[in-house]
């Protein structure tokens, strides 16, 4: 696990000895990138570290993957003055193609082409497009998205939380964006900075300025921070609720045999199993 310091510009370093819980970390050492550093993130190998400061994206290579305790080379650095000089956050997309940001300036998310993947020099990356978010918040500080794209995480100081957006296509803000609502965090810090998640969405991991630390939140349904009442806890009838509850093993096969679009059964549209069937969220 990594934690920046935008104060020191440290990078620290830690383990787990148990995957994403942080109850089990242990510190091992820190890295001193001599820049104020806002955000950090690793391409797909851990072969390269990049740090966002508030107007520039910083390329390092690293000799040992995803350890910084190793030989780290800065290899290159770009501008981003152009858009903000108050960035805060950004991610990639999966392959590196795409670089996300967000600033505090101009409450906006800016996004980045890279011709090369994960090459953040000048003649590799370029600007594309923007979208204001500042009617959800205007202290933007850290942007992250769901594996497949099509949801958009912002966290914020103004807020204090976390909103969630729905992208019609995934990894483009040029496409059709929609703010589904927030997630609060003023129960774990005042004044958030940062966050990620696990793996398969499961855990969400946010840090703050007010007690300096790693909080650890559990979500019911994988990447979903709103509208998460009443879904499944991850079998497909919910042994949990005795509302819904079901007799059979967590462990059994369940088949679909017959599909169709109504709210009573019996009802709606039917249509064919493995073919696409049109129908209402709910309904």
């Known amino acids: ?100 940001t967000v600033g505090y300036n101009n409450d906006k998310v800016y996004e980045y082409a890279l011709s090369t993947a994960f090459d953040v020099s000048s003649s590799s990356l370029s600007f594309t497009d923007s979208l204001s978010i500042s009617s959800q918040e205007q202290i933007p500080t850290e942007i992250r998205f769901n594996l497949d794209g099509t949801k958009m995480y912002i966290t914020g100081n103004e807020g204090r939380d976390i909103n969630e957006y729905t992208l019609s296509t995934a990894f483009d803000i040029s496409s059709t964006v929609t703010h589904k609502g927030s997630y609060s965090l003023a129960s774990s810090d005042s004044y958030p900075t940062g966050f990620s998640f696990n793996n398969d969405g499961t855990k969400l991991f946010t840090t703050g300025a007010s007690f300096d630390r790693v909080n650890e939140h559990s979500l ?64």
């Open 220 to 283: 019911t349904t994988p990447f979903s921070l709103v509208d998460v009442s009443g879904e499944h806890s991850g079998d497909v009838i919910n042994t949990s609720n005795t509302d819904t509850y079901d007799t059979d093993p967590d462990s059994d096969t369940l088949t679909v045999t017959a599909i169709r679009t109504g709210s009573v059964e019996g009802s709606g549209t039917a249509g064919s199993v493995g073919s696409a069937l049109t129908g209402s969220y709910g309904n």
């Open 1 to 100: 696990m990594y934690v920046p310091d935008s104060n020191t510009g440290y990078v620290y370093q830690y383990s787990l000895s148990t995957a994403f819980d942080v109850s089990s970390a242990s510190y091992l050492n820190y890295y001193v990138s001599g820049v104020a550093t806002q955000s950090m993130s690793f391409n797909n190998d851990g072969t390269k570290l990049f740090l966002l400061t508030v107007n520039q994206i910083r390329e390092y290579s690293v000799s040992t993957a995803f350890d910084t305790s190793s030989t780290v080379s800065l290899t290159t650095s770009t501008s981003l003055s152009s858009q903000e000089s108050a960035m805060t956050g950004f991610a990639f997309n999966n392959d590196g193609t795409k670089m996300f």
